[in-house]
T-cell receptor, first 110, second 116 residues
Framework: GQNIDQPTEMTATEGAIVQINCTYQ??????LFWYQQHTGEAPTFLSY????GLEEKGRFSSFLSRSKGYSYLLLKELQMKDSASYLC???????????FGAGTQVVVTP | EADIYQTPRYLVIGTGKKITLECSQT?????MYWYQQDPGMELHLIHY???????EKGDLSSESTVSRIRTEHFPLTLESARPSHTSQYLC???????????????FGAGSRLTVL
């Protein structure tokens, strides 16, 4: 079956760095995506990895190791507005079907 | 600004009622999806469409139905709502032909349904 695991919750202070890990076992792999979802709002796209390595976009970076079925999202210089749920998702086929993790709730404290 | 719209945002109804959740996108995306999201749980795919007149059931068994008569519109209907249908329903669309090559999902803000 399909399985995507990520921690339920993480807490960090403003200005710090937090790393959210995601491990996956899926029937297919066509890219790994990270989405941010604030309470009561739509998930929004943060980053995408299809090849091994690190992708950097400003304060956010995402890493992928396909052989290990592992990814992480790195949030640097945390701000209060970064308090949100972060969803790890795998595109499992070329037609656009996704498998989502349950999300990691990040709480940023002053 | 191109976007994806869901109505209603919040709905409280009684058991046995028929409801339709509306979803429209202005981006011309071929693919559209309905996901169900409960607190602390992963998004579950309940329906998807690859284009006009194409609809498929997702991984999560659902008593709902969908239609795709126009590219921009993908409504979800529950013929007889039950308390077990209480959940958040998220609509999304994607365009595989995007410049990045990635199948990025654009989500609507969601419809929160409560069935009493």
């Amino acid at each position: 079956g399909q399985n995507i695991d990520q921690p339920t919750e993480m807490t960090a202070t403003e200005g710090a760095i937090v790393q959210i890990n995601c491990t996956y076992q899926t029937s297919g792999f066509n890219g790994l995506f990270w989405y941010q979802q604030h309470t009561g709002e739509a998930p929004t796209f943060l980053s995408y990895n299809v090849l091994d390595g690190l992708e950097e976009k400003g304060r956010f970076s995402s890493f992928l190791s396909r052989s290990k079925g592992y990814s992480y999202l790195l949030l640097k210089e945390l701000q209060m507005k970064d308090s949100a749920s972060y969803l790890c998702a795998v595109n499992v086929d070329s037609w656009g079907k996704f498998q989502f993790g349950a999300g990691t709730q990040v709480v940023v404290t002053p | 600004e191109a976007d994806i719209y869901q109505t209603p945002r919040y709905l409280v109804i009684g058991t046995g009622k028929k409801i339709t959740l509306e979803c429209s996108q202005t981006m011309g995306h071929d693919k559209m999806y309905w996901y169900q999201q409960d607190p602390g749980m992963e998004l579950h795919l309940i329906h998807y469409s690859y284009g006009v007149n194409s609809t498929e059931k997702g991984d999560l068994s659902s008593e709902s139905t969908v239609s795709r008569i126009r590219t921009e519109h993908f409504p979800l209907t529950l013929e007889s709502a039950r308390p077990s249908h209480t959940s958040q329903y998220l609509c999304a669309s994607s365009d595989l032909g995007s410049s990045s090559g990635a199948n990025v999902l654009t989500f609507g803000a969601g419809s929160r349904l409560t069935v009493l």
